[in-house]
């Protein structure tokens, strides 16, 4: 089945430090969303790309998606205590309009 | 109005007994999904359903576990004869039907079977 993959699984920086999580999965996707999951809460949408090397920004946040729609990378700048959390890709599974697959998450800390 | 609710907020029970899950979509939704997330790990869908139409049960893990939802709105997700391996976070989400594809998650039940 289909499986999307990312690393790394942890990282841990400095505040003020570059962030990036990267996903790949193993078919072309039709689109790719990103989710966080703050510690003890539950996860919350934060981008939808559908576009073959789209780039979107959200403040210190980029999304990009690959040219071949296969990746996908969330690279934050100048890291804050508040981007702590837990950094989800998912993608449509099989091609489904409904159905997600999420990676397993990249856990992002934080060291004041 | 508000989100996502689910109830209870934690459950405890022993193993071997059955428990009962509930998720309140948002109202208007009609794509409701249900995930099991167990410690450190990534989101397992278990079911979905939309609108009328058969829900897709291909993600639940044994027979032990059902889902139903009632009326469009209100689903309950029932897991008989719990097993220590059943302990996780229950999370439930649900979507419009057009617009944005986004999921908007409740706060999840965690359950932890002794």
């Known amino acids: 089945g289909q499986q999307v993959m990312q690393i790394p699984q942890y990282q841990h920086v400095q505040e003020g430090e570059d962030f990036t999580t990267y996903c790949n999965s193993s078919?072309?996707?039709?689109?790719i969303q990103w989710y966080k999951q703050r510690p003890g809460g539950h996860p919350v949408f934060l981008i939808q790309?559908?576009?073959?090397?789209e780039v979107k920004k959200q403040k210190r946040l980029t999304f990009q998606f690959g040219e071949a729609k296969k990746n996908s990378s969330l690279h934050i700048t100048a890291t804050q205590t508040t981007d702590v959390g837990t950094y989800f890709c998912?993608?449509?599974?099989?091609?489904?309009?409904?159905?997600?697959?999420f990676g397993k998450g990249t856990l992002l800390t934080v060291n004041p | 109005g508000a989100g996502v609710s689910q109830s209870p907020s934690n459950k405890v029970t022993e193993k071997g007994k059955d428990v009962e899950l509930r998720c309140d979509p948002i109202?208007?939704?009609?794509?409701l999904y249900w995930y099991r997330q167990s410690l450190g790990q990534g989101l397992e869908f278990l079911i979905y359903?939309?609108?009328?139409?058969?829900?897709?049960k291909s993600g639940l893990p044994s027979d032990r576990f059902s889902a139903e939802r009632t009326g469009g709105s209100v689903s309950t997700l029932t897991i008989q004869r719990t097993q220590q391996e059943d302990s996780a976070v229950y999370l439930c989400?649900?979507?419009?039907?057009?617009?944005?594809?986004?999921?908007?998650f409740g706060p999840g039940t965690r359950l932890t079977v002794t």
């Open positions: 989400a649900s979507k419009g039907l057009e617009g944005p594809y986004e999921q908007y």
């Open positions: 078919t072309t996707l039709s689109n």
């Open positions: 790309l559908v576009k073959s090397g």
């Open positions: 998912a993608g449509p599974d099989g091609g489904s309009n409904y159905k997600l697959t």
């Open positions: 109202s208007g939704h009609t794509a």
């Open positions: 359903f939309q609108g009328n139409s058969a829900p897709d």
